[in-house]
Each structure stands twice: as C-alpha cells, then as structure tokens.
C-alpha cells in the first residue's frame, strides 16, 4: 500500500476479522469499565456514542459492531481510496457507516457508555446528576492513569507535579483503584517501558507518575509525545507491521496460559 499514513489507521479494522464472533464490542485501551455492559450485546452493528466534539459524528473509543470479512474488506478499500478526514479510524469509520447520523436512533448510544473524563468540566450539573450511571469512562488526552504519581501507601492518586492533570481525579482514582487489584500483581520486573515501572511499585512505595515515566523511559515518553502532535513513525517503530506483530505475540502469549 502507497500511502503509510494509513498504517496506524487501519490497525483498528483488523477487529472485523474476529470472525468466530458473532457480535463484538470494541473499547480503546484507556477506557475504564465501571459497570456491566453486556446490554451492548443487544445493539446492531454500528452503534456508538455521538463525539463530544461533532456530535453528527460517533467516537470510535467504544462501539459495537459484528464481525465480517467483507466489511473489514470494503473498510480497507475505503482507506486507501479515500483516506480519513482526521487522519485516525474515527474519521475512516464515520466515512463508511455514515448513515450512523440519521439512520436509526437506537445506534445512538447512551454517553454513559463512554463519558469522557475531561466532559465532567464542561458541564458539571449534567455530570451530578447522571454521572451514578456511568458504566465506561474514556480518558481522552495525552495525560493518561498511569502518568499519575500514586502513594502504595495511602493508595491515593495525586495531581502530577507541575501541572494540572485534565482528568477527574476520582476516575484516575478508580482506574487506580482497578489496577492494582485486579492487574498489578501480574507484572513483572523483567517487563519492559511502562510496563516495568508499574511492576516496581510494591517496591519502591510509591509512582511517581509522569515524573518516573520521563525519567526512566524518556524515549517512550517522547515517541508517545510524538504521537500526541501527529509525528507517526509509519515507516520505522510505528509501522503496521510492528503494531500487528505486537498484537499477535500478546494473542499468543494469552492463548497459552
């Protein structure tokens, strides 16, 4: 394919090809499940959340849909003939199923299936009265969980140092919360990048957050800065290549457990 750009892209889209799936729904990897949402089950392939940003339009952090190697082929044959509109797969997505918009409401899901952290700013009343019903959380942004400084001790998160944190504290709390109960303790010191520097933790008392990522994983640190601006390395360390062979060694290593 002659146009790289598309490579991290089209990564999404391999989701299509879980064909031993009937119905499938698809999550970003910094969502949070709060509540059980087997209910999504229930809906039609593509429903979704309306983006905060362009509501005519759906986020692509969570959806569900149902697999097919035919849409996963006409998704690519999209991609390469007309590119996204943003650049990512939400733009790609919406361009295929865009009749999302108008077509059928019940496809419209509610916002408690993937409330971004950073919405509660926007409108606090709303989120007082509704955000009990919140069953995903989606940290949108650069500033990430796990770029939070957190006190084993205490078990409490804390703004990073320096600078103002764009997340609810009490979400960072909870997906804190989460980890070291439920992931934690499965790390280990062999890991490498961030990974690694959450499996000291028990040791060292304490994380410092995006402190300790800057200074112990500095090229980790920028390359993901990198992404943030748009700075892809589609050629080299960001190829899809890369990206399917990292996916399919964490497939694998899962299988055989």
């Known amino acids: 394919m002659k ?14 090809r879980l064909t031993q799936y009937k119905k499938c729904v698809f999550l970003d990897a910094d969502c949070l499940i709060v509540h059980n949402i087997d209910e999504l089950f229930e809906k039609e392939e593509l429903s979704a959340v309306p983006d905060i940003g362009w509501p005519d339009c759906f986020n692509s952090g969570v959806f569900v849909y149902s697999p097919s190697e035919e849409t ?10 007309s590119g996204s509109f ?3 797969d939400q733009g790609l997505l919406n361009t295929y199923f865009s009749d999302w918009r108008t077509k ?11 409330m971004s952290s950073i919405a509660v700013y926007s409108y606090p009343p709303a989120y007082k009265q509704f955000g009990k019903n919140v069953k995903v959380i989606h940290f949108l942004g650069s500033l990430k969980p796990w770029f939070y400084p957190y006190n084993v001790l205490s078990g409490q998160v804390s703004q990073p140092k320096d600078m ?6 009490e979400h960072v709390q909870q997906w804190w919360d989460i980890f070291m109960s439920k992931v934690q303790s499965s790390l280990t010191t062999d890991d490498s990048g961030l990974a690694g520097s959450l499996s000291k933790i028990h040791l060292s008392g304490e994380y410092r957050g995006l402190e300790e990522v800057q200074g112990g994983n500095r090229d980790e640190f920028a390359r993901q ?12 360390t960001d190829s899809f290549a890369n990206i399917q062979k990292k996916i399919d060694e964490a497939i694998n290593a899962r299988v055989g457990q």
């Open 3 to 16: 146009r790289p750009e598309l490579g991290v892209t089209l990564s999404k889209i391999h989701c299509w």
């Open 104 to 114: 059928d409401i019940s496809r419209h899901l509610s916002f408690i299936y993937n």
């Open 72 to 81: 996963f082929r006409a998704l690519l044959k999209s991609a390469i003939e």
């Open 86 to 88: 943003d650049g990512g």
């Open 164 to 169: 103002q944190g764009s997340q609810q504290l």
């Open 225 to 236: 800065q990198a992404w943030e601006r748009g700075q892809i390395d589609y050629l080299g």
